[in-house]
């Protein structure tokens, strides 16, 4: 049954409203909303595969643009965002066969830059594809494209070689030499043919390494038939890679984007940002490494690996994923130590935690250090616990481990420590961990408060502790402070070490109004937690410390850092939006500034959400403006207007901006741009009340009015948009300026007016 156009329509606008808001997430609910009356609809399915690869979720993405090409397998634009994703998931055979589709529906369509553009992804997955470099040296040839076509007839001249037909060969390259006579490379070929050489191979284009990255991984981490999932060391190792391949792939992407056409995105503003976070004269090194590294991985050499994510460290890339998966590998090199060094940056980001405590756990009971494998151990079903509780418990649960991990790191007998290691690798280190860990809780005897995994294996013995910190919770409710402070300084004469009491005697001193003491013992808990890789925890506390103190710059900061570590990159934007605006209402705007600019590096970076872009962007505007810093603005508000074209503010500003700074000509280039889009998406009655709220300000604007007439014209308005040039014509008349009057008389003439004899009268005049 079909289903209602009326519905359909008015989703489909929300979503294309919420697109050009880059609300990406409210217009794909919008698009499916359109599908669930049309579900074949082309369009809408066009638009929701777009929606959803802004949004980062390419798989998606990818089965809803097979469906697009289904339903419209002449539609060269779904087969080729098809052959993106697919390049991009790293399933390139596939990729291939959608690339060349594409390429012959844009030439059915004779668009030939399209279909070039295609063969060329095809030559960047596979540089040894007879039919794409054959297509492309055509194309080129019959384009005039000269040195292209000489280039891709020389590389189909090697690979015909190669099959033994010599005389084809021999064709190919004097083809290339009658397109371009002068071409050292022809020559070279034809000189190495003479001499009975094989011609060079074609190369992969420049660029291309990244899907070939991300192809690899998907190889080297599919699992075997008999393996039901991954066990925590093997996903973390699985992240770490695909990371790595994803910060390839973006780079290429970049190159390649940076290659086509001159951009001005926001490495113009940032000066040297970039998605490895490095400067730019290191980027292609890194690159290098990281491709490297990943190829060498995927062929079992971990060892020459391992030493190019060490070139890529050294040339100043340092994420969290990096460290994971060079300490993986050197701890199967047994270089433990090494291992444990570059682990240790591992453990605060949520993605590798658990699978670099296991691996320090495993790497201390190698080198026989018992006590310190227990506690790593610990720590790793910490996270573990955590993660498979109701995510209301999970502070709790992390809470609970803190005297077992206490008690353990203080326990001397090592026969102790191995069977704690033992049961807890045995618990974890398996394909199936997180069911395995929900039935030993469904195992555990039955009580109104949740508790640790690890009290079964402790036979909880550090029960003292958790009955003193609930006695002094039952003191606090009874409103017996000094005695509940009393009873917390006397635990910690039993756990000196126990950070959730300290944290409890924080909570004390707040309820008696010791702020400074308080904001004191919070700090120094936060802390302790960050030295011990607890980033969660260590943000926590401090948001406590800005909760009780909004203008501590330095806990703000710490926060800032720990949230990074994480991986929370929306909240730690958020944090730094609010430590901007603390700058801004203490009027230090230089620093305000900065730490925008700071924030929008790490939206660049962390591939966040992309509204952040134009908020932020919007703020640095602000200031610029109130500095008086005019030619910043414009920079500042044209990346707006890039990302968020119908911003009739920014739009407002940039020609403001462009007349005060005495150049008329951008400003007019400005307004007829915005007038342009205006009209092409059927908003054209927004542009005689733009033009008019801009001429407010600036009346006797010779630029403004001559577009507010041109405005009149396209609306139909012929006398308004005469009446208008007449009196601009007038006053340039009157101060002497008789050139530019001709011109606008001239433009009267061309609408026809019905006076259109007295026009041509006075323009006689004057040119007489």
């Known amino acids: 049954m079909p289903g209602r156009e009326d519905i359909f329509q008015k989703a489909m606008n929300e979503g294309h409203s919420y697109a050009w808001d880059q609300e990406w997430s409210k217009a794909a609910a919008a698009y499916r909303n359109a599908l669930q009356e049309f579900p074949d609809h082309p369009k809408a399915l066009n638009s929701l595969g777009l929606a959803l690869v802004q949004q980062g979720e390419y ?23 098809l052959a993106q994703l697919l390049e991009r998931t790293g399933q390139l055979k596939e990729a291939i066969e959608a690339a060349l589709k594409a390429a012959d529906l844009f030439l059915n369509q004779r668009d030939v830059d399209k279909a070039i553009e295609n063969w060329v992804r095809v030559t960047s997955l596979n540089p040894e594809h007879m039919l794409a470099r054959s297509r492309l040296a055509l194309a080129h040839e019959r384009l005039g494209h000269k040195v292209q076509a000489v280039a891709e007839y020389l590389a189909v001249a090697s690979l015909v070689q190669r099959t033994g037909n010599l005389e084809k060969t021999v064709e190919l390259v004097n083809k290339a030499l009658q397109i371009m006579p002068e071409s050292a490379e022809a020559k070279q070929a034809q000189t190495l043919l003479r001499a009975g050489q094989l011609l060079p191979k074609p190369l992969r284009p420049k660029g291309g390494t990244g899907p070939i990255a991300m192809a690899q991984v998907k190889q080297l981490d599919k699992p075997k038939e008999t393996d039901s999932g991954l066990d925590p060391v093997a996903e973390a190792r699985q992240k770490a890679l695909t990371r790595l391949a994803e910060i390839l792939f973006d780079y290429s992407s970049e190159e390649n984007a940076s290659a086509q056409q001159s951009r001005r995105g926001m490495q113009a503003l940032m000066r040297g940002t970039a998605p490895l976070n490095i400067q730019k004269n290191e980027q292609a090194k ?22 190019e994510l060490e070139g890529a460290l050294e040339g100043g890339f340092t994420h969290p994923a990096l460290y994971f998966n060079l300490g993986l590998l050197r701890a199967n090199e047994e270089r433990f130590e090494s291992a444990l060094r570059h682990l240790v940056h591992a453990v605060k980001h949520n993605d ?37 509780v109701p995510p209301e418990h999970a502070d709790e649960i992390r809470q609970m481990y803190e005297p077992l991990i206490e008690a353990q790191a203080a326990q001397a007998e090592e026969e102790a420590h191995k069977r704690l290691c033992e049961n807890i690798h045995t618990l974890l280190m398996r394909p199936n961990w997180r069911d395995h860990l929900h039935q030993s809780r469904e195992q555990m005897p039955k009580s109104e408060m949740l508790m640790p995994l690890a009290d079964v294996l402790l036979q909880a013995q550090s029960s003292q502790v958790l009955e003193a910190i609930n006695h002094i919770h039952q003191l606090a409710r009874a409103g017996q402070l000094r005695t509940a402070m009393e009873e917390a300084f006397h635990a910690l004469t039993h756990a000196p070490a126990y950070l959730p009491l300290h944290i409890l005697i924080g909570d004390l001193l707040v309820r008696e109004n010791h702020i400074p003491e308080a904001i004191a013992k919070f700090s120094a808990v936060a802390q ?55 700058y801004y209402r203490l009027a230090d705007l230089d620093n305000a500034r900065k730490t925008y600019t700071t924030a929008l590096r790490v939206v660049q970076q962390a591939n966040a959400d992309r509204q952040w872009n134009v ?88 630029t403004l009015r001559r577009g507010l007439a041109q405005a009149y014209h396209q609306a139909g308005r012929v006398e308004d948009a005469v009446r208008e040039l007449d009196a601009l014509a007038e006053s340039l008349l009157d101060t002497g300026k008789k050139e530019e009057a001709i011109v606008i008389i001239n433009q009267i003439l061309l609408m026809n007016p019905p006076n259109a004899a007295q026009y041509r009268q006075l323009l006689m005049q004057l040119q007489g």
């Open 286 to 307: 890194v690159v290098l490494h990281l491709g490297q590294a990943i190829d060498l991985q995927s062929k079992g050499k971990d060892a020459q690996a391992a030493e």
């Open 59 to 81: 798989d998606e993405a990818l089965e809803i643009y097979k469906r697009a090409a289904q339903v419209s397998p002449q539609d060269p634009v779904a087969m080729e965002k």
């Open 352 to 388: 590798f935690n658990l699978g670099a405590r296991l691996l320090m756990g495993q790497i201390n009971r190698k080198l026989g250090r018992w006590q310190q494998a227990a506690v790593e151990y610990l720590e790793a079903l910490k996270i573990a616990d955590a993660a498979v």
């Open 528 to 582: 302790a937690y960050s030295v011990r890789g607890e980033a969660a925890q260590a943000a926590r506390i401090l948001k406590r410390v800005i909760q009780l103190s909004p203008m501590d710059m330095k806990a703000r900061t710490r926060l800032i850092d720990q949230l990074v570590a994480r991986g929370q990159v929306d909240d730690a934007i958020r944090e730094y939006l609010e430590l901007a605006d603390i």
């Open 615 to 702: 908020h932020i962007l919007q703020r640095m505007a602000d200031i610029d403006m109130q500095r008086l810093d005019w030619k910043q603005a414009v920079r500042v508000y044209e990346q707006i207007r890039t990302l968020r074209p119908d911003d009739e503010t920014a739009r407002k500003n940039l020609i403001d901006l462009s007349l005060r700074l005495g150049q008329p000509a951008q400003a007019a280039a400005e307004l007829e741009s915005y007038l342009a889009y205006l009209q092409t998406h059927g908003n054209s009655d927004r542009a005689i009340p733009f033009i008019e709220g801009l001429l407010e300000e600036r009346p006797g604007d010779a």
